[in-house]
């Protein structure tokens, strides 16, 4: 009998010890699974994908508008009506149209979008085939290179409501930085496309096109353009096509820069670091700077975020309704699009009649963005975007629940809409190298403050390089 029982302890501590074993194998290995997401091989073009291969050439492409057109543009402008602000009421409730009837009288005047377009072509622009879909990009080289150097590939990728315009400033810096005044050490090929949908890149045809089926469609972009290991940067809407491009793709991407960053993932830790983060804050390990961009955090979280996003509840569910409006009027795209350009690049500029909009940027300047979406028509396919990415809920796709493993740099500019602490990012971005609170600037960061985007994002790479931190990565 003791024998028997001794017998029949063996069994259950062995079994014990093959459940363990089996449980401890599950997570060194299945871990490393789930670490990359995958790759999204889908058919945006219109009807069934053909039984051909797609044509993968790369042809070149120009901004061209007609003059019939531009009559009709102004027609349109024309004929607009407005209503009559509230007394005092500045910004508080959208764009103000007595500052709006004045850019619309520019518009129409002194406007001279043939000029903007020669500045749109002063750089080569594509277009290839990628999963059904013509996608249109930038890609600028540089126009000199010390001998025995490359240059090193860079991914830039804009948001709504912007477009690959947000980065014509920034690229020189980028693809030539020694000319100004930034050094020769790390010289970049630029390449910026237009999302899908957004415009000159073709609109996908069927539904469920989110940001890892742009992340994917840019992913074959650079492999078909050549590159095997390269960089990748955004901001808003760039920011998560990029996150899951460094999650597909870790092996290629050598670093991941971020001028945005957003956590989906919220725990007791972060409730707590909100509640009590204003009087402890060495405790969740925030910063003094972090504490004041966060509190009170009422007025500059909570309040902020309900204030702020509105559009992305009508664009996450109905964006065709809204959008039929805006593509038919182009004073009512314009006011759409510049409320956005004054609230996120400083919420302050809300107390003010034009809305702050021409202290960090110029009329031609946001009239050219505008005139991208006016043209393309694309504002309706921009919005679906929305309802694409957040139709399932937050935190329920595989991507939020993976984490970012390739070196990261953020930089995190105070006028953004929502501050997000180290803190909090390093546990989505378990490699962040580089974490940098900007002097100044908002949401538009390469449009609004080019060369501090760019010393930013060349002194990240210079860190990766140096230390060959993406060969670590995997380590």
Known sequence: MLLSKGIYSGIMLLEVLLVLGTLLI??????????????????????????TKEDSSIRPFKVETTEEELSDLFRRLDQARFTEPLENSCFHYGTNSVHLRKIVSYWKN?????????????????????????????????????????????????????????????????????????????IFEVICPSIPGYGFSEAPHKKDFNSVSAASVFYELMLRLGFNEFYIQGGDWGWLICTNLAQIAPNHVKGLHLNMVSVSKLGLTHLLSVLLGQ?????????DEDVRRMFPFLKKGLYRILSESGYAHIQATKPDTAGCGLNDSPVGLAAYILEKFSSWTDIEFQNLEDGGLERKFSLDDLLTNIMIYWVSGCIVSSMRFYK?????????????????????????FP????????AWAKKKYTNIVSFHFMPRGGHFAAFEEPELLAKDILQFVDKVEKEQLWKKKGE
């Open 26 to 51: 599950y997570f060194l290995f299945s871990k490393k699974k789930e670490e990359t997401l995958p790759f999204k091989d889908g058919w945006w073009g219109r009807g069934q994908k053909p039984l």
């Open 110 to 186: 002194q406007f001279n979008w043939k000029k903007q377009v020669e500045i749109l072509n002063k750089y080569p622009q594509f277009k290839t085939k990628i999963q059904g879909l013509d996608i249109h990009f930038v890609h600028v080289k540089p126009p000199r290179l010390p001998e025995g150097r490359a240059a090193k590939p860079l991914l830039m990728v804009h948001g709504w409501p912007g477009s690959f315009y947000e980065f014509y400033k920034i690229i020189p810096l980028l693809t030539d930085p020694a000319s100004h005044g930034l050094g020769d050490e790390h």
């Open 279 to 287: 009087y402890f804050p060495g405790l969740f390990g925030f910063q």
């Open 388 to 412: 694409e990415n957040l139709q399932k809920g937050i935190g329920t796709q595989k991507h939020e629940k993976l984490t970012v493993q390739v070196p990261t740099g953020i930089a995190s």
């Open 415 to 422: 006028n953004e809409i929502l501050h997000i602490p180290q």
